[in-house]
């Protein structure tokens, strides 16, 4: 009989423990985290005390204190990025880390005190956060200023977007019209160009040769006379 009102004790004092309810919370580098927790309130009698603290939830107060409220207002805050930004008269005792951190990471208490034996309100929170994607490169977009009228100026952004068709041959554009149709014909007609040119320039150095020449027998016929008649 000794043994079974000793169990039936032990069972009466663990149903009456305190509860203590647990959840997961991800968020990102650099992201404001929030923690929920809240507890009723239905008048000014309700308001009390509560804390929130690193690790789990002990079996009174918080370890590593993080803040504490008397129910009014904050009363202890121990590091400035962790703060309770929801209306404490309402009830709303949520925590919230600014600017969070890897190291932020980890287990969380929720701890609000309520009156009697093993009837604190407990939460646990398994903070996870992670880092940020990096995004893959993306057009650039920018922004121009197009006057439309006098006194009034329109934005408009355009995005430039670096693009290299391949041109195959045959798509290349052509000139129906143009002198060449082909890289031959072009070749062609620049070397019968040329054959022209030297031609010509041949033509005028014998013209001139023959003029010299004339003029030579000119002279010396001149000469010639000059000489029979001094004789």
């Given at each position: 009989?000794?043994?079974?009102?000793?169990?039936?004790t032990t069972f009466v004092f663990l149903s009456t423990g305190p509860t203590i309810s647990e959840s997961v919370v991800k968020g990102k580098v650099?992201?404001?985290?929030?923690?929920?927790?809240?507890?009723?309130?239905?008048?000014?009698?309700?308001?009390?005390?509560?804390?929130w603290g690193r690790g789990s939830c002990p079996v009174s107060k918080c370890h590593q204190t993080i803040v504490w409220t008397d129910g009014w207002?904050?009363?202890?805050?121990?590091?400035?990025?962790?703060?309770?930004?929801?209306?404490?008269?309402?009830?709303?005792?949520?925590?919230?880390?600014?600017?969070?951190?890897?190291?932020?990471?980890?287990?969380?208490?929720?701890?609000?005190?309520?009156?009697?034996?093993?009837?604190?309100?407990?939460?646990?929170?398994?903070?996870?956060?992670?880092?940020?994607?990096?995004?893959?490169?993306?057009?650039?977009?920018?922004?121009?200023?197009?006057?439309?009228?006098?006194?009034?100026?329109?934005?408009?952004s355009f995005t430039i977007a670096r693009t290299w068709p391949s041109v195959s041959a045959s798509e290349a554009p052509q000139t129906a019209s143009?002198?060449?149709?082909?890289?031959?014909?072009?070749?062609?007609?620049?070397?019968?160009?040329?054959?022209?040119?030297?031609?010509?320039?041949?033509?005028?150095?014998?013209?001139?040769?023959?003029?010299?020449?004339?003029?030579?027998?000119?002279?010396?016929?001149?000469?010639?006379?000059?000489?029979?008649?001094?004789?």
């Amino acid at each position: 009989h000794l043994c079974t009102l000793c169990s039936a004790t032990t069972f009466v004092f663990l149903s009456t423990g305190p509860t203590i309810s647990e959840s997961v919370v991800k968020g990102k580098v650099g992201q404001n985290v929030t923690m929920p927790c809240s507890y009723s309130v239905k008048g000014k009698q309700d308001l009390t005390s509560m804390c929130w603290g690193r690790g789990s939830c002990p079996v009174s107060k918080c370890h590593q204190t993080i803040v504490w409220t008397d129910g009014w207002k904050v009363t202890h805050q121990y590091y400035s990025r962790y703060m309770l930004k929801g209306n404490l008269q309402k009830g709303d005792v949520s925590l919230t880390i600014v600017n969070a951190e890897e190291a932020d990471s980890g287990i969380y208490c929720c701890r609000v005190e309520v009156p009697g034996p093993f009837n604190d309100l407990m939460r646990n929170h398994e903070v996870v956060i992670e880092k940020a994607r990096i995004s893959t490169a993306s057009p650039h977009t920018y922004t121009s200023e197009q006057t439309s009228a006098p006194g009034s100026t329109s934005k408009s952004s355009f995005t430039i977007a670096r693009t290299w068709p391949s041109v195959s041959a045959s798509e290349a554009p052509q000139t129906a019209s143009g002198p060449c149709s082909s890289t031959s014909d072009c070749l062609d007609v620049t070397s019968n160009l040329q054959n022209t040119s030297v031609s010509l320039t041949s033509q005028q150095y014998s013209e001139n040769g023959l003029y010299i020449g004339i003029g030579l027998c000119v002279v010396l016929l001149a000469i010639l006379i000059l000489v029979l008649f001094l004789s």
